[in-house]
């Protein structure tokens, strides 16, 4: 998951790299046998459509394109909280200067994904944020 504008370049050049890698694959090397060249080609399609799967949910969420995040488990809610700030537009210095917070602890929640923070944090996150959880719990049949 991208989380921030400096990832966002970073994945962003390392998509381009990927293509230029499969456009040289895509070229006959008398040295590799063709199922060799095929697993490597397939290799780099599968990486470069993960990259371009993250820039685009980034891109999406940046330009406002999502309004709601479904969760499906408490685990989730730390991703819906990074997703949040994203499609506000927010920076994780801004978000931490609305909790009266360094920026440097906001990028470790993130990149931890929240791993370890109190319920009451992720309710101020949230609250930061403007962001309404709506909770359903369901019990399953044992």
């Given at each position: 998951?991208?989380?921030n504008e400096?990832?966002?370049?970073i994945?962003k050049?390392?998509?381009?790299r990927?293509?230029?890698?499969?456009?040289?694959?895509?070229?006959p090397?008398?040295?590799?046998?063709?199922?060799v060249?095929?697993?490597?080609?397939?290799?780099l399609?599968?990486?470069?459509?993960?990259?371009e799967?993250?820039?685009?949910?980034?891109e999406?969420?940046?330009?406002?394109?999502?309004?709601?995040?479904?969760?499906?488990?408490?685990?989730?809610?730390?991703?819906?909280?990074?997703?949040?700030?994203?499609a506000r537009?927010?920076?994780?210095?801004?978000?931490?200067?609305?909790?009266?917070?360094?920026?440097?602890?906001?990028?470790?929640?993130?990149?931890t994904?929240?791993?370890?923070?109190?319920?009451?944090?992720?309710?101020?996150?949230?609250?930061?944020?403007?962001?309404?959880?709506?909770e359903?719990?369901?019990l399953?049949?044992?």
């Open positions: 998951m991208i989380t400096r990832q966002y370049a994945t050049a390392q998509a381009e990927f293509k230029e890698s499969l456009a040289k694959a895509d070229a090397d008398k040295k590799l046998h063709p199922k060249r095929k697993a490597m080609q397939e290799g399609q599968s990486q470069l459509q993960d990259l799967s993250e820039i685009a949910e980034f999406k969420l940046r330009d406002g394109k999502i309004t709601t995040i479904v969760v499906n488990s408490i685990v989730d809610i730390a991703v819906a909280l990074i997703q949040a700030r994203i537009n927010w920076t994780q210095k801004q978000l931490a200067e609305k909790l009266e917070l360094p920026e440097q602890q906001i990028q470790r929640y993130e990149s994904r929240y791993k370890g923070v109190a319920v009451e944090r992720l309710q101020e996150v949230a609250d930061a944020l403007g962001v309404r959880v709506q359903v719990v369901t399953e049949q044992w």
